[in-house]
């Protein structure tokens, strides 16, 4: 195993001797600003001399073929066309950093540690001072990075593979190491404190994806995540460093991982990856009421006569039909996705790109990790495993998952590794996560984090014995970010999108995204699948609203059928669940509702050109279905007079008899007949039924006359005694009744009907939007004049501390519009001076009774104790003598306060008597004197 060593002090140049610095024991420390370049390289520049000058004299096919031998296990095609010469030359182009000696500074860290003393991004000036400087220790680590570097390039175990990703120049153009460019930040916005899916989305959703200038080659930049939150554009690199802070600062082991991945995932083309965000239909049926059991006397079926050979050869054609149906569609779909394939990558395996990888069970997060036993029950540590994040999508990818073809190396704030494992047939899937395992991966700081180190505890740095340890110690660890705190304000979290909207090309389908109250109808997102590739055969649309007055949550078109269905929250006072209806005029309509709110437990109505349907839950009566039919020529107009049948279902009532308890109401109303069929009884096979003839509407004042023979019916229980003819005049009456309130009813619905269609067009046509007084970002004028009623009251509340209070105020409400005469001043001040007695007396008489209870309490417990002083132990009679004394507390309080309102009462009397008498809206006193 080859192991890449730290700096030694042999390869420290003579010219940074002087920088060398001294421990307090006069021990040689490694220099704090710079190392030179590594002393020899010569064999490994022959060998990649020998390399260049050998293919150089190779053909176009030994070309093409050394390739394939460098590239192992990647897609490099081959040559057969009559251009294979120039193909060749294009091919070892593409790979002219493998053979070129100048591939050993390829990602080289400038030793001299150039700083940029004027600094300026884009027109950004205030930039911090670590932005643009390298303290000490920065410089420390660039040196061992370049030092790792150049070991990394000469090593045989890593030939071939691309250069390390250690120190890209940042905004200001200075080299950062990319540990230190990582800041994990926590956010205090809900939705994203412990939700990886959210943070995820919000990158995707904030920043605009730039894919690399030259996939191939080491990205040229890497700015700072609080300078990509301002600028909002960014490469791979950028927003998984982004997104690896955020993730880190809600908690979990999240890691950037460079390495290559296929031209679809590296350029962000979804348009050949299946829309993930097709929503499933729910499926809103009629309830039906709960089936009766099988009966054992069911009537069978009428015998199968047919020949058994005719039926299977019938089925063997059919089922071969349906094969040569099901062959011809795959084929066309093989067809159609060959066409729809993207022709072969001649970079496939060589495009560099970045993303994120969240460790689970990692040993330095304190995310709790889940519980795993072995085959005996005790508990064990589980294996590492990881699952990936795309950046310029925020989904979540498998390591199995075909996009991401090798990992070349992985960091996060801690440490940077390098990847030893190659790649197997399966990928990325077959890759190990254990960090400590050395043969897996190359550390480049071998001591960190202290989680990963290998028999040793953080108890054990309170131990005494290894202090001395510690001291001895003094490996170098990554120093904190040279990035600023980032920030996300709440107003740059809802509206993420750049211009406040986002469209995204899936296979087939365009998903739009709005920020919150950018749409005047509240539109939040659309989705719309097409036929074809092109994106201009649209099927279906989904719509998704929010903030609506109308709680209007979705909107489904169906562009072939022109079907449409709207679903709603629950919140309208017509309590409107779901409508669905066709864009075509005079089409069946739908309506769902929530039925618990109604006072009718209405839960769905139909609504076809010569019928009305209507179904309801949990009713008193325990009907569940009502239908109306109306003539046809009446269908545009909805009335009484229209209606040709009304058919009522119900549901079995056990506190009626089986004979009286209907189940199915039926009133002929172009016939004039009632039909009534009652509920089944237990293992009955038929149900008894009653038909009655509508006598004729009798004159105001007279009664409906009883024809015996206008009626007939059918009794299942030949046993029971037939009904009287009162009993069936009675029926009658309670029919024709239910007749004429069926009909009110049924004008009511239409009503309702015709006031939901116009009021769901006004809606549409107008929409409007609400928000929460609790939204900070919408609330000002809410809030304003909140603060402006505080402020009077508390105005109002100073006004009234300075200001004696007004006692004849309430009494001279009756004159506000004129002046009181002599009697009426007289009744006031009298009024308000009984008021004040009244009161008084009130809480004195309160206070007295309050006072006689305690005195009788604490003689009935004085003789109690008296009689049964031989019969309490200690504890009881210590128990009782507190009592008594805080009765006779409570006694003396009451008699104190009670004195006290006696005199005040007499005082405030006075005062209030000269008060009334002194005040010039009643002119007393004069009125007084002059009589």
């Given at each position: 195993m080859t192991t890449l060593k730290p700096p030694t002090e042999e390869m420290i140049s003579p010219v940074m001797s002087h920088m060398m610095v001294k421990d307090e024991g006069s021990q040689t420390r490694l220099p704090k600003i710079s190392i030179q370049e590594i002393s020899r390289l010569s064999s490994a520049t022959r060998f990649e001399d020998e390399k260049h000058e050998s293919i150089e004299n190779f053909e176009p096919e030994e070309v093409v073929s050394k390739v394939t031998t460098l590239f192992s296990g990647e897609d490099v095609h081959s040559v057969r066309s009559s251009d294979e010469a120039e193909m060749a030359q294009q091919c070892l182009s593409s790979v002219e950093w493998i053979f070129d000696t100048s591939t050993t500074d390829v990602g080289a860290i400038d030793l001299a540690f150039p700083e940029n003393l004027d600094p300026k991004f884009k027109e950004v000036e205030c930039l911090p001072l670590s932005y643009f400087t390298l303290n000490a220790k920065e410089r420390l680590l660039l040196a061992f990075a370049e030092n790792f570097r150049r070991q990394f390039v000469v090593s045989p175990e890593y030939a071939g593979r691309r250069p390390l990703v250690l120190a890209p120049k940042n905004e200001c153009g200075v080299q950062k190491f990319v540990c230190t460019t990582i800041k994990p930040t926590p956010f205090l916005i809900p939705k994203i404190i412990g939700s990886w899916e959210e943070c995820a989305s919000f990158v995707a959703d904030f920043i605009i994806y730039e894919p690399l200038e030259n996939p191939l080659q080491l990205p040229p930049r890497l700015i700072s995540p609080d300078t990509l939150l301002r600028q909002r554009r960014g490469n791979c690199y950028e927003m998984a460093t982004l997104l690896c802070s955020m993730l880190t600062g809600a908690g979990f082991a999240a890691m950037v991982v460079s390495g290559c991945a296929t031209i679809e995932t590296t350029l962000n083309d979804q348009r050949r990856v299946p829309c993930p965000f097709v929503p499933e239909d729910p499926v809103l049926e009629p309830e039906s009421p709960a089936p009766m059991n099988k009966n054992k006397y069911e009537l069978r079926g009428p015998p199968d006569l047919r020949s058994k050979f005719m039926v299977e050869l019938e089925e063997k054609a059919l089922q071969k039909e349906l094969e040569e149906e099901e062959r011809r569609l795959q084929e066309e779909r093989d067809k159609s996705e060959e066409l729809a394939k993207r022709p072969p990558d001649r970079f496939f395996g060589r495009r560099m790109h970045a993303w994120v990888a969240i460790i689970e069970n990692a040993p330095w997060c304190y995310k709790p990790r889940p519980k795993v036993y072995n085959d005996e029950g005790e508990e064990i540590i589980p294996d590492p495993t990881a699952f990936f994040i795309e950046p310029s999508t925020g989904f979540r990818h498998e390591t199995s998952s075909p996009k991401y073809l090798r990992i070349e190396s992985i960091w996060n704030q801690h440490n940077y590794y390098i990847n030893r494992q190659e790649p197997t047939e399966n990928l990325l899937a077959d890759m190990r996560w254990d960090l400590k395992n050395t043969d897996h991966w190359e550390h480049f700081l071998p001591a960190e984090p202290f989680e990963l180190r290998v028999g040793e505890s953080r108890d054990q740095d309170l131990e005494p014995g290894n202090q001395a340890t510690l001291l001895v110690e003094k490996h170098l660890d990554i120093l904190p970010s040279w990035v600023q705190k980032l920030r996300i304000s709440l107003k740059d979290f809802e509206s993420r999108f750049p211009n406040e909207e986002k469209s995204i090309y899936y296979k087939k389908a365009l998903y739009q995204r709005y920020a919150p109250y950018f749409c005047y109808d509240g539109l939040m997102k659309r989705l719309t699948i097409f036929g074809d590739l092109d994106y201009q055969k649209p099927l279906k649309r989904w719509e998704w609203y929010e903030n609506r007055m109308d709680y209007l949550n979705l909107i489904k078109i169906d562009f072939e059928t022109k079907q449409i269905e709207e679903s709603f929250i629950q919140g309208r006072k017509d309590c409107l669940k779901y409508f669905s209806h066709n864009a075509e005029p005079h089409q069946p309509k739908t309506f769902y509702f929530f039925d618990h709110p109604r006072l009718d437990c209405l839960r769905m109505m139909q609504v076809m050109p010569e019928k009305y349907v209507f179904h309801y839950n949990n009713r008193e009566d325990l009907c569940y279905y009502q239908e109306f039919q109306t003539k046809p020529k009446e269908r545009i107009r909805c009335h009484a007079k229209s209606l040709m049948e009304i058919t009522e279902k119900f549901n079995r009532n056990e506190k009626v008899p089986v004979n009286k308890d209907i189940a199915i109401r039926q009133f002929q109303l172009t016939h004039g007949k009632i039909f009534l069929q009652f509920q089944y009884a237990a293992d009955a096979i038929t149900a008894s039924t009653r038909e009655f003839l509508k006598p004729p509407k009798p004159d105001y004042g007279e009664e409906i006359i009883f024809d015996p023979l206008q009626t007939n019916?059918?009794?299942?229980?030949?046993?029971?005694?037939p009904p009287t003819q009162a009993e069936l005049y009675f029926l009658l009456l309670d029919q024709l009744k239910r007749e004429e309130t069926l009909k009110k009813?049924?004008?009511?619905?239409?009503?309702?009907?015709?006031?939901?269609?116009?009021?769901?067009?006004?809606?549409?046509?107008?929409?409007?939007?609400?928000?929460?007084?609790?939204?900070?970002?919408?609330?000002?004028?809410?809030?304003?004049?909140?603060?402006e009623e505080y402020e009077e009251e508390r105005i109002r509340k100073e006004i009234a501390k300075l200001q004696d209070p007004d006692f004849l105020a309430p009494y001279l409400v009756l004159y506000e519009r004129r002046k009181p005469n002599f009697e009426e001043s007289w009744a006031a001040y009298n009024a308000c001076l009984s008021d004040l007695k009244s009161r008084y007396t009130n809480l004195l008489n309160e206070l007295q009774r309050r006072y006689e209870d305690l005195t009788s309490e604490a003689r009935a417990l004085k003789k109690f104790m008296s009689r049964f002083q031989d019969q309490f132990d200690d504890f009881d009679y210590d128990r009782l003598i507190k009592e008594a004394k805080n009765i006779e507390l409570n006694k003396r309080m009451v008699q104190q306060r009670l004195i006290l309102t006696h005199e005040e009462a007499q005082r405030k009397y006075e005062k209030v008597k000269e008060s009334l008498l002194g005040d010039e809206r009643l002119h007393l006193r004069k009125a007084a004197a002059f009589n």
């Open positions: 019916g059918y009794n299942a229980n030949p046993l029971e005694n009813i049924f004008e009511k619905r239409c009503t309702e009907y015709e006031e939901l269609l116009n009021r769901r067009k006004n809606e549409m046509l107008n929409p409007r939007l609400e928000f929460s007084v609790f939204d900070p970002l919408r609330n000002e004028g809410a809030r304003r004049i909140r603060l």
